[in-house]
């Protein structure tokens, strides 16, 4: 074949997600996503591609609201406009399902959704897609699957789970993939989705990850992009091309050997940006002199980040000194209380308690 392919392959927009956990900024944050799928609509279109891939998850739940779905009807009747096909398969959140959303909607006609339990082929031109319909978590979606010679640039649309994948996540396990059953395939490029980084799988077949074309949470890896995919003479190149509107970041501080604030504030400084989802986390055992004051980093800070959050996981030092003084045996009542607490949020207050106790002992508060 010498006519070149290419493609645009995405996946787990998640689309609708709520982002409770950045507090007023969630609604922004939702519709960064909106425009980000809008963005990645206009890169098929300026790359004039022969396909737009979406490997699952489009939305976040097999129901989502009204809206959501109108808007993303609108954005692919602009690739309709421009006939540039797109071809989709559920995921374990948008799972094929009656009165789901694949059900509930009639979707362009250019938009070609796999409502296979098996994976079934789309030809259109000089590419053939194989992909299949989330029903179920179990499903292994290549066992036994070999792709058939018909000469065209023969895609993979899976979304599921390669042994490449190293999470504790029960959810990362779902529909698994072996490395042999990929090279036995006889596919050019499997398209993944379900693992929210970029990933390529490495073996004989192009196999890859597209990640979330926008971060999602504090688990995602800075650089959110989605894969402009070549294909000519049998040679396959895989592009990432960035996406992201904002960027999560997760820091940790030890501050064992910290005597004052000025590292930790050295650390926000270097991180700050309007587009930054700051997550710092303060680990260690600082000494008891040792000024933690969250409330008052969150002030000056904060507007210096789109999103911050600061975590206090500093514990006490081992080496309290529970002698005959008033501040002894303060220390030795508390730790008591907190050696037979169970709960890590009532033993962090207590501990917060102390130290703030024992400031006021000092007259250092």
């Not at 292994?140 to 000469?151: I, Q, R």
């Not at 990933?199 to 995602?220: A, I, M």
């Not at 709960?343 to 207590?350: G, I, P, R, V």
Request: aromatic share 10%; hydrophobic share 35%; glycine share 6%.
């Amino acid at each position: 074949m010498t006519t070149a392919v290419k493609v645009i392959h995405t996946a787990d927009l998640h689309l609708g997600m709520t982002f409770k956990s950045l507090g007023v900024k969630s609604k922004v944050h939702r519709r960064d996503c909106q425009d980000v799928f809008s963005n990645l609509i206009s890169l098929c279109i300026k790359e004039r591609v022969d396909g737009l891939l979406i490997a699952g998850d489009l939305f976040d739940d097999p129901h989502p609201n009204k809206s959501i779905v109108t808007f993303v009807i609108d954005e692919f009747e602009r690739l309709k406009d421009n006939k540039i096909p797109v071809f989709i398969i559920s995921g374990n959140h948008d799972p094929y399902e009656k009165n789901g959303v694949w059900f509930a909607y009639k979707f362009p006609s250019n938009v070609f959704i796999f409502d296979s339990k098996k994976l079934q082929s789309k030809n259109l031109g000089n590419i053939t897609v194989y992909g299949l319909a989330y029903i179920d978590d179990t499903t292994e979606p290549l066992k036994n699957f070999k792709a058939e010679d018909d000469g065209n640039f023969k895609v993979g649309l899976i979304h599921g789970s390669t042994t490449n994948i190293k999470s504790d996540e029960a959810e990362y396990k779902y529909r698994p993939i072996e490395k042999s059953q990929i090279e036995k395939s006889n596919l050019d490029y499997i398209a993944l989705g379900h693992f929210h980084d970029f990933l390529e799988v490495p073996g004989k077949v192009k196999c890859c990850y597209s990640g979330s074309p926008e971060g999602l949470s504090f688990k995602n890896r800075p650089g959110s992009c989605a894969l402009l995919v070549k294909y000519l003479d049998g040679k396959i190149t895989v592009e990432s091309v960035e996406t992201g509107l904002r960027k999560f970041l997760t820091v940790e501080a030890d501050c064992t050997k910290y005597e004052n604030d000025s590292k930790i504030r050295k650390t926000l400084e270097e991180n700050k940006g309007e587009n930054n989802i700051l997550r710092l986390v303060l680990k260690g055992s600082p000494s008891l002199e040792f000024p933690v004051d969250v409330d008052l980093l969150m002030k000056e800070f904060e507007s210096k980040y789109f999103f911050l959050k600061i975590v206090d996981e500093i514990h006490l030092p081992d080496n309290l000194s529970e002698d005959e003084t008033i501040r002894g045996q303060f220390i030795k009542l508390l730790r008591v209380e907190i050696r037979k607490e169970k709960k890590d949020e009532k033993k962090k207050q207590l501990e917060n308690a102390l130290r703030l106790g024992v400031g006021y002992l000092d007259k250092r508060l």
